[in-house]
């Protein structure tokens, strides 16, 4: 297996089946699928527009109608990882884990969902990072998805509610060898920027972008790509973002 494809913010909703969120969804994974015929999926949360146990069970069922590929899930501040855990301990949602080894690639899945400061920020748990960490094999290339970007970014109300210990993790991410990729959500846009060895990178929402250019309060930007990252995983480590017209 050398793809592993990031799908964030989805927001999927189950009730609503006119919810254009099951539509984009439909078409993220049909490119998904036209592009790759093997390849592990990481869902790098804001999964469903409610979490609640519904809401997770139509979209485990509604992917899995697409794919049976391997996947995992992280929870974003709109999740519920409580409730993710116990469906995925029933075999009724994806794997929740921390590390997953993928030949020579550590992918690191990390929770960052417990509640900042203000509404939608995030935290990490850096204790338990710090555990994380020392379960990396030395040699290996690492790949991290987190929901939350680590640093401030976008328009002026989003940064309020990126990583909230964002500098103390982003000193702790230095400490990794190897560390090729950081890749998160919760933007609902495209960013990329380097730093050293390091790539960090958004995800596009499979659901809507927001417009960044508003600095005053969210606004939908119902226009622009939505899409998803791809990493190519072999001796070293490359990504594309493939975008698609919304309808």
Excluded at 1 to 19: E, T
Aim: net charge negative; glycine share 4%.
């Amino acid at each position: 297996m050398n793809k592993i494809i990031q799908i964030s913010d989805s927001h999927f909703c189950a009730s609503d089946k006119s919810h254009k969120s099951r539509e984009h969804l439909s078409a993220v994974l049909e490119e998904i699928n036209r592009r790759y015929d093997n390849y592990v999926l990481v869902f790098s949360g804001d999964l469903v527009m409610k979490p609640n146990q519904e809401h997770y069970l139509a979209l485990y069922r509604f992917i899995r109608e697409y794919t049976q590929s391997e996947a995992y899930a992280i929870p974003g501040n709109h999740d519920d990882i409580s409730l993710m855990r116990k469906l995925a301990s029933q075999d009724e949602f994806f794997p929740i884990q921390d590390i997953v080894e993928i030949n020579n690639t550590d992918v690191v899945l990390l929770d960052s969902s417990t509640p900042g400061e203000h509404l939608g920020g995030g935290k990490i748990d850096l204790a338990h990072f710090e555990k994380v960490k020392m379960k990396l094999r030395k040699e290996s290339n690492k790949l991290v998805f987190i929901h939350h970007p680590p640093f401030k970014i976008g328009a002026e109300w989003f940064q309020k509610i990126c990583l909230d210990n964002g500098e103390r993790f982003m000193e702790s991410l230095s400490q990794i060898d190897n560390l090729k990729y950081l890749a998160y959500g919760h933007c609902h846009n495209y960013f990329v920027k380097e730093s050293g060895p390091t790539v960090f990178l958004s995800c596009p929402s499979s659901w809507v972008q927001f417009d960044h250019s508003c600095d005053e309060t969210i606004r939908y930007d119902h226009d622009r790509e939505i899409g998803f990252n791809v990493f190519s995983l072999s001796d070293e480590i490359s990504h594309e973002t493939i975008t698609l017209p919304v309808s």
